[in-house]
């Protein structure tokens, strides 16, 4: 759901409008521009004869993804458009689109009480594929410096048992991109060779670093990485009662019976829900072990929804400072799944009852 802009911590800004203004008879159907000054992204995307959709993004924290999504429809040199909600929601404030091949002026619609959503207005500049491309690159290395610096400044500024976790999280870090990526990132689909003409050699697949989309999805797996490590643990408990966090999309609840036993709900989703997961159990008092600030626990879930082979999940549960570390093993994987539990976990508390 949108809300007025300067509150989002949004970096590009990607507007897909369509048939634009000047451009005549047959205006492109994707056009890209960019606010250089604000760090502004915007393209024009048609979706039909007139249609128009409007996609926000601003670059302001390098990899940072929060959008604004309009629609809308041109007429003559002029396009129309509101903010995209669900079916008999009020669209709220009204935006034109003047321009043409070299840039686009987005401006209220005259007439309108207390229009919302300024942060959209102004002008923006033409870009080509290979500017984008340059600063797509850009930012998914500003985003890499900016994760390493906070891991540095983590590893030196945390404090007792938490100040190991920088240098354990970095460890699994090329793992976690790696599957994240996998989700994430689709590659353009290889050029097509003409009927009687063979694809050049090199070029029988598309290069994933010659595309926009790849660099912003790095950018943006990165920002989640240091937009996790930067948040200094606060107040530390060694129960086990919590709510724990990875910054992927990953989420553990845990509640500690009187008897000593664990019930513990694990779920996630992964870059969209079509990578989620849920799995649910309890961990007999006898698993839990402790020595000095450190616990442990495992035990054996059943996974549902899933063959046979895949349903026995080996849960191996570590609790120390702040944080929880999850591992899973498992006989056999659910086919078609890349979601997955392990990692280390930013403790919180349990919400009160």
Known sequence: MNSPLPSFQVPALALFLCAACAWGA??????????????????????SATGVEVVMRWASEPGSTGTWTGQGNRKDNVITFAVLVDEGQDRGTYFLAKGGESKMEILFKPGQKMPQDPGILGIYRRVSDEKRLQLARKEAQAAEERLNMTLKEAAHAWSGSDKSVSADWKARWPALLGRWMKIAYQPPESPQAKPVQPVPAGKDAASPEKDVNYWLKLAQARA?????????????????????????????????????????????????????????????????????????????????????????????????GGFLWVETKRKANPPGSLSWFDGIYRWSEAPKE
């Not at 063959?307 to 549960?317: D, Y």
Request: glycine letters at 8%; charged letters at 30%.
């Open 224 to 320: 989640m990485g240091y937009g996790f490590m930067q948040q200094v643990p606060g107040l530390k408990s060694s129960s086990w009662d919590g709510e724990y966090d990875d910054g992927f999309g990953g989420h553990v609840s845990i509640r500690r019976a009187k008897d000593g036993k664990l019930r513990v709900n694990l779920n996630c989703t992964r870059v969209n829900e079509n990578q989620g997961a849920d799995l649910a159990g309890q961990i007999p008092a006898e698993a839990v072990k402790t020595n000095n600030d450190e616990s442990t626990a495992e035990a054996v879930f059943i996974e549902t929804d899933v063959p046979e082979a895949a349903k026995e999940v080996s849960i191996t549960l570590k609790r120390k």
């Open 26 to 47: 047959e205006p492109p159907k994707l056009a890209h521009f960019f606010d250089e000054e604000s760090m502004r992204y915007l393209s024009l995307r048609q979706t």
